[in-house]
């Protein structure tokens, strides 16, 4: 039996009653795009969902859904998935990889192949593309960038991210598609900011020395965002910054994830040329072959930058999200679920 979505159908009920079906969906499997699935099956809604492996669903597992086998670089696949399919949220791709060409294969060359599927066999579907706040890049100042600003991504994943934006734009006025633009999204199922809960659970947390300020998202909200865009909530043929309006600074966002979990932590500052090495051997690693290495080069080259800072103001209100979940009730959240789970302590 399904268990109750992070995201409840009643919540959402509008834009998913708007939604166009068949619903086809990359990334399913995934942290975000196992939230997404959840929802869209509570309301009885039974999307397609692209595996690389069929016995190995993941979250998604007591989902109703259909099962699509391939990957992006399988064009066959990738046509069945959206075969005369109404919407199309794509939130597959590579988030760590040894080398620039390996973002790009599953980045660029990934979208651009789903974006050929989708002219050929769905050229009406409504195209959802969640990318990343990378593709743009850090910003210099605190309040951060907007849609608008001229991207300037520095690292291999946000060159990635960007170029496939531009495989998106391909469709031109020929089709209905919107871009989204999330921050660092934290939350239940995810593995990334995991890290930071796992270091203060242990209560040491190193951070890059400078001033540093940041745009976070609680899963639930990105969730929320796609639905609307998917519903046509928005104008089409745009890019929407996500995330909470106000960033917080690095220290006080460890401190209030700290407090979340009823927890005092130690910020220890280290020089960026400490991270910057650590990278290096992280992406030695990888290319090792140990896939699961946290800190590459190109991780590094993002933590050590500027303000990872979006201004999401008006993208919000023109997606129809006006509230959102703040950090310390976000943070409170997903302390409980990794603690069920035994992922910290």
């Not at 619903?23 to 692209?50: E, M, N």
């Not at 990888?286 to 201004?311: C, I, N, P, Y």
Request: aromatic share 6%; hydrophobic share 45%.
């Amino acid at each position: 039996m399904q268990a109750e979505p992070l995201v409840a159908t009643d919540a959402v009920a509008g834009w998913l009653e708007r939604l166009e079906q068949p619903v086809a969906v990359t990334g399913g499997t995934g942290f975000v795009g196992s939230h997404v699935v959840d929802t869209l099956c509570a309301a009885g809604i039974r999307p397609r969902v692209l595996v690389r492996d069929r016995r190995s669903p993941r979250w998604i597992d007591d989902c109703p859904v259909e099962l699509v086998h391939g990957s992006l670089g399988d064009d066959g696949s990738l046509r069945r998935l959206v075969d005369s399919a109404r919407t199309v949220i794509h939130l597959a791709g590579v988030l760590r990889a040894a080398r620039e060409a390996d973002f790009d294969a599953g980045n660029r060359a990934g979208t651009a192949n789903l974006v050929g599927a989708i002219e050929s066999v769905a050229p009406d579907a409504m195209f959802v593309h969640v990318s990343s706040l990378a593709a743009v890049g850090p910003s210099v100042a605190i309040d951060g960038v907007g849609p608008e600003a001229e991207p300037r991504p520095l690292s291999a994943y946000g060159r990635s991210k960007l170029a496939a934006e531009l495989a998106v734009r391909e469709l031109g006025h020929r089709g209905r598609w919107v871009i989204l633009r999330p921050p660092a999204i934290y939350g239940p199922r995810d593995i990334d900011v995991l890290q930071f809960f796992r270091l203060t659970s242990r209560g040491v947390v190193p951070l890059p020395a400078g001033e540093r300020w940041v745009t976070v998202a609680y899963v639930a909200d990105v969730v929320r965002a796609i639905l609307a865009a998917a519903a046509g909530q928005a104008p089409l043929r745009d890019v929407y910054h996500l995330g909470e309006p106000v960033p917080y600074r690095m220290p006080a966002l460890i401190r209030l994830l700290a407090a979340a979990g009823g927890l005092e932590a130690r910020l220890v500052y280290l020089p960026s040329a400490l991270v910057t090495f650590a990278g290096a051997v992280g992406s030695g690693l990888q290319r090792l072959g140990f896939s699961r290495v946290a800190m590459t080069r190109d991780k590094a080259r993002e933590l050590t930058a500027r303000h990872w800072t979006a201004r999401t103001s008006a993208s919000l209100r023109e997606l129809g999200l006006s509230e959102w979940v703040e950090f310390p009730t976000g943070a409170v959240e997903t302390w409980k679920w990794y603690r069920r789970v035994g992922w910290v302590r």
